[in-house]
């Protein structure tokens, strides 16, 4: 098999670490990355703040073999005051990163609300106002070195097909693509990736059982239910196109990590060898078997 780990990180929301409360249990820091690299990965996302202790951060992901690649921030972006009550969190976010050796802020542009619940649609002075939230946090993390990729995502107000074009218009920022998240507002995740081109900056790969995502989008189920429902599968058991996605960003040189990313909802703490750790390393092993035959190269190795 092909060595993607090159190229490829895991996520703590794999896990079901997530910065949600009440999302479900949350395990310990060690033992998710301790499965992160028994199943071979070499790098992570940062996961919610206090998943990683803040004195040792450093000293726990080299004990683990691991690299930090990007973080994630959910922030409301569209609205001038709110940005700068948030803004030192924001700036916190990013030293923390930078510090850790990433070179990706991942950000979703909140509703405000707690959680993923929420459905607001911008306006033309709101998608100005998120056009200049986005500068104001490119030019904070250009300073320490890093790129910004918006992440559309379920509950906040970039989540559509439609919303991720206007995001493309109003703004220059680089693009997350969550082949998830893409199809649960009901787009196409290889046409946003054929649109975006060299914007996509970032890349979440996560399947997805089209008929959940279809009670989600509809407002028939709630999306935390819906992820304890099974809502996202490991890679190659749902709907969504993963190898078109992979061509077409191979295809458009894409250079950045692929983060597998299957978010869960734990109830309890898993045993050692069930759940997260079965569906991450079911994921690698499709994503192995995707590479040889997508023909993507693993000798180049992403940025950062």
């Avoid at 946090?137 to 074009?165: I, K, S, W, Y």
């Amino acid at each position: 098999m092909n060595d993607v780990t090159a190229r490829v990180a895991g996520a703590p929301i794999t896990w079901g670490v997530c910065e949600v409360p009440g999302w479900g249990h949350q395990m310990a820091a060690d033992r998710v990355l301790a499965e992160m690299r028994s199943i071979g990965l070499r790098a992570t996302e940062l996961g919610p703040e206090g998943f990683l202790p803040e004195d040792s951060a450093a000293s726990l992901l080299a004990a683990h073999g691991l690299q930090l690649v990007a973080g994630f921030v959910a922030v409301v972006l569209q609205d001038d005051e709110q940005l700068d009550q948030d803004f030192p969190a924001i700036a916190a976010s990013i030293d923390t990163i930078a510090s850790l050796g990433g070179s990706v802020l991942v950000v979703a542009a909140s509703t405000g609300r707690e959680g993923y619940e929420g459905d607001d649609r911008l306006d033309t002075a709101g998608w100005a106002a998120l056009a200049r939230g986005l500068d104001r946090v490119e030019a904070a993390a250009r300073e320490r070195g890093l790129r910004v990729a918006v992440h559309p995502h379920h509950g906040t107000v970039v989540e559509r097909q439609e919303d991720v074009d206007r995001l493309l218009e109003v703004s220059m920022v680089g693009l997350c693509l969550d082949t998830g998240h893409v199809v649960v507002g009901g787009g196409d995740p290889v046409a946003i990736a054929a649109a975006a081109g060299s914007r996509v900056l970032h890349v979440h790969l996560k399947d997805v059982d089209a008929a959940t995502a279809e009670r989600v989008e509809h407002g028939d189920l709630g999306y935390h239910d819906a992820v304890r429902e099974g809502l996202y599968r490991p890679l190659g058991d749902g709907d969504v196109d993963v190898l078109g996605v992979l061509r077409r960003l191979e295809e458009s040189r894409y250079d950045g990590w692929y983060v597998l990313e299957h978010d869960a909802v734990l109830d309890r703490e898993p045993d050692a060898e069930s759940g997260p750790l079965q569906d991450a390393r079911r994921s690698l092993a499709f994503l192995e078997r995707a590479w040889e035959e997508v023909g993507a190269p693993t000798e180049r190795t992403a940025h950062g």
